[in-house]
């Protein structure tokens, strides 16, 4: 394991055209910010991208469809982005739409070397179309793929200088499964020690190829909601 000194060096080396990219995170949850930003400056061109979601418009994984840089996506969700919508119906894009459970097993089997596994859900709509099916106790299932990505990127809350990963709540969502299913995986990590606790490592480090410190990055909030503070006194 490397540990880097910017997003820029973590990630030299490993881009290419036409290669496939696994980002973990959840809306702009637990996103790998600076290493999207770093993906979008290098250049590279011709991505498939798998992971939950596109983030938003100007914010996470939206940046590198803004630079045109996406050819396919493979995703759970795409509801927040207007341009996925727009590059989509004029055929820019080709999309790949998972059930959420779906997505992340198939991440989890990629890095558990499985091949392939079978799930009842989507049985019987369009997420099983030429898929192949079998029956197992009289109940029918389709046959879904394990997905293995040249490169996964994930953001963790703290990590060690052997590679091990924590994340922090809800912001763990994807990553630990993203983490898994890279041929090469880079994480970008908030508070950098010299060793974490055996007992709570969430992400051991032997699936990570390096990793970089990110102690200032900008958590943007994907929709904020709020309520007016009670008055004093007042039944909640």
Do not use: W
């Not at 910017?6 to 990219?21: C, I, K, V, Y």
């Not at 097993?105 to 369009?126: D, Q």
């Not at 997420?127 to 293995?148: L, S, W």
């Not at 904020?224 to 007042?234: I, S, V």
Request: aromatic share 6%; net charge negative; hydrophobic share 40%.
């Amino acid at each position: 394991m490397t540990t880097c000194t910017s997003p820029d060096e973590a990630l030299a080396g490993l881009l290419t055209d036409g290669m496939t990219l696994a980002v973990g995170g959840f809306g702009l949850c637990g996103i790998p910010s600076d290493l999207i930003q770093a993906v979008r400056d290098s250049g590279v061109q011709g991505l498939t991208v798998v992971s939950n979601n596109m983030g938003v418009d100007g914010k996470g994984l939206g940046l590198l469809l803004e630079n045109h840089q996406v050819v396919k996506v493979v995703a759970s969700y795409v509801g927040e982005n207007k341009l996925f919508a727009r590059q989509y119906l004029d055929g820019e894009l080709e999309v790949e739409f998972n059930p959420q459970g779906t997505l992340a097993e198939r991440l989890r089997a990629g890095g558990a070397g499985i091949p392939a596994f079978y799930t009842r859900t989507g049985v019987g709509t369009a997420v099983a179309e030429g898929k192949p099916t079998e029956v197992f106790d009289g109940t029918t299932y389709v046959q879904e793929r394990g997905i293995v990505a040249d490169v996964a990127l994930v953001h963790a809350h703290t990590g060690d200088t052997r590679g091990n990963l924590r994340y922090r709540l809800a912001a763990r969502n994807f990553n630990p499964a993203v983490a898994t299913s890279g041929r090469v995986t880079v994480a970008e990590v908030e508070n950098l020690i010299d060793a974490i606790d055996p007992e709570l490592v969430q992400t051991p480090g032997v699936y990570v190829t390096r990793l970089v410190h990110t102690p200032d990055v900008v958590k943007d909030i994907e929709q904020r909601t709020t309520r007016a503070r009670p008055t004093e006194g007042a039944i909640a």
